[in-house]
C-alpha cells in the first residue's frame, strides 16, 4: 500500500510546477503573484527591475504600492468586477502603476483569478507590458517593414525604368545618324514620346505612393466626375462601347474629386486594357445604406483567384509593363475617406470593381 498522499503531485506534474515557476521568475513581462486576500506572494525578476522594488520588500505588501495618482477608483471596480466574474475571470487594459522613486510606468496589464478544481479563487497572476517597450517593438518592426519595401520598390523602379531608358537611348543614336530617313525619324520620334510618357507615368505612381497626399475634401458631384471619365475614355478607345447608369438621386457630398477621379480613371483605364481594346464597359453610380458607390464593369476574361489575392499589394501586376501601383494607390486614397474598393469576378467572363465612399464626411 502506498503511503503517497492522494493529492500530492506526480514527478511529471511537479516537474512541470518547477518549469511553470521558472518562466515566471525569469519572463521579461512584469509578472507578481497575489493570494486570495490580495496580499503580494512572489514576483519575478522583470517586476524589481521596472518597479524598483525588492522580492523581499514587495513580497506581503498589497499592490497598493504601486497603484499611481492617475488610476481611478472606477478604474479599479471595473477591473474586480470582471475579475471575479466565473464567465469572464480577467481584466485586461491600459493602466499607469508608480515604481518605488514615484515614476509613472504606463502599461498594458492583464490580471487573471487563478482556481482550483472546484472554481473557487485560490490567487492572482498579474502580467504587464510597459507601453514604450510595445512602441519600440512597432517602430523597429515598421522601420524593418518600410526597408524592405524600399527594396523592394528600388527593384521595382529600376526595372520599369531600364527599358524606356533603353529605347530612348537607342531613339536618340539613330536621330543622330544624318542617313536616316524621314519615315524613320517620324517613328523614332513616336517612340521618344510613347516612352518618355510610359516614364512620366512610372515616375509619377511612384511618388503618389511614397507620398500620399492629404485629402482635400468638399462638396462634389460624384454622377458628373464619373461622366466625365467614362467620355473621355469612350473618345480615347472608339472601339471599346463605354456605358455609364448614374443614379439620379445621389446628392453631391464631400470628398476629394482629384484623388476620387484619380480612382475612377484607373478602374476605367484597366477595364479597357481587361477587354484588350474591344467590349464593353460600364461605369455605374449608386447608393449603399451611407455610401454612395461607384462600379466598373467589364466583359473581359475575369479576375484568376492568384490575381484576387494581389490586387491591392503594391508591385504585384499581371500586366507586361506596369509597376502594380495603379490599385494600390486607389486602394489607399478609399481608405483615406473612410472607404473601400470591392473586387469580384463573374463566374464565365468579366470583372467588376465597386468603389465606396461615405457620404457623411467631417
Known amino acids: 500500500m502506498s503511503n503517497t498522499p492522494v493529492d500530492a503531485p506526480s514527478p511529471d506534474e511537479h516537474e512541470l510546477a518547477l518549469t511553470l515557476y521558472q518562466a515566471f521568475r525569469s519572463s521579461n513581462d512584469v509578472m507578481f503573484y497575489c493570494d486570495r486576500e490580495g496580499i503580494i506572494r512572489d514576483v519575478n525578476e522583470a517586476f524589481t527591475r521596472h518597479y524598483g522594488w525588492t522580492r523581499e520588500e514587495a513580497v506581503g505588501k498589497n499592490p497598493r504600492i504601486l497603484r499611481s495618482r492617475q488610476t481611478t477608483d472606477e478604474t479599479y471596480k471595473e477591473m474586480w468586477t470582471r475579475i471575479l466574474d466565473p464567465a469572464v475571470g480577467f481584466w485586461r487594459g491600459e493602466l499607469v502603476n508608480r515604481s518605488r522613486d514615484g515614476r509613472e510606468i504606463p502599461l498594458i496589464l492583464t490580471i487573471t483569478a487563478v482556481r482550483d478544481e472546484r472554481q473557487r479563487i485560490v490567487g492572482y497572476i498579474s502580467n504587464a507590458v510597459e507601453v514604450g517597450e510595445l512602441r519600440r517593438l512597432r517602430e523597429r518592426v515598421a522601420h524593418a517593414e518600410a526597408l524592405a519595401q524600399l527594396g523592394q520598390m528600388a527593384a521595382a523602379v529600376a526595372h520599369e525604368i531600364r527599358n524606356p531608358l533603353g529605347s530612348i537611348t537607342l531613339a536618340a543614336r539613330q536621330l543622330a545618324d544624318d ?184
Open 179 to 362: 542617313r536616316i530617313s524621314r519615315e524613320d525619324r517620324d517613328l523614332v520620334l513616336q517612340i521618344l514620346r510613347e516612352e518618355g510618357r510610359r516614364l512620366n507615368e512610372t515616375l509619377t505612381n511612384f511618388l503618389a505612393y511614397a507620398r500620399p497626399r492629404a485629402l482635400r475634401l468638399e462638396r462634389a458631384d460624384l454622377n458628373a466626375l464619373v461622366g466625365d471619365v467614362a467620355r473621355v475614355v469612350a473618345e480615347g478607345q472608339p472601339e471599346v462601347r463605354v456605358e455609364t447608369s448614374l443614379d439620379a438621386g445621389l446628392a453631391p457630398f464631400r470628398f476629394d474629386p482629384d484623388q476620387v477621379r484619380q480612382i475612377a480613371w484607373n478602374l476605367a483605364l484597366n477595364a479597357v486594357q481587361a477587354v484588350e481594346g474591344r467590349g464593353l464597359v460600364r461605369l455605374a453610380t449608386g447608393r449603399r445604406e451611407g455610401f454612395a458607390f461607384l462600379r466598373v464593369d467589364d466583359d473581359g476574361p475575369g479576375l484568376s483567384q492568384a490575381a484576387r489575392d494581389d490586387l491591392f499589394q503594391p508591385f504585384k501586376t499581371t500586366k507586361p509593363h506596369g509597376t502594380g501601383l495603379g490599385l494600390a494607390i486607389a486602394d489607399r486614397i478609399a481608405r483615406a475617406h473612410g472607404g473601400m474598393i470591392e473586387a469580384d469576378s463573374g463566374e464565365r467572363r468579366g470583372a467588376s470593381f465597386t468603389l465606396l465612399l461615405p457620404t457623411a464626411q467631417a
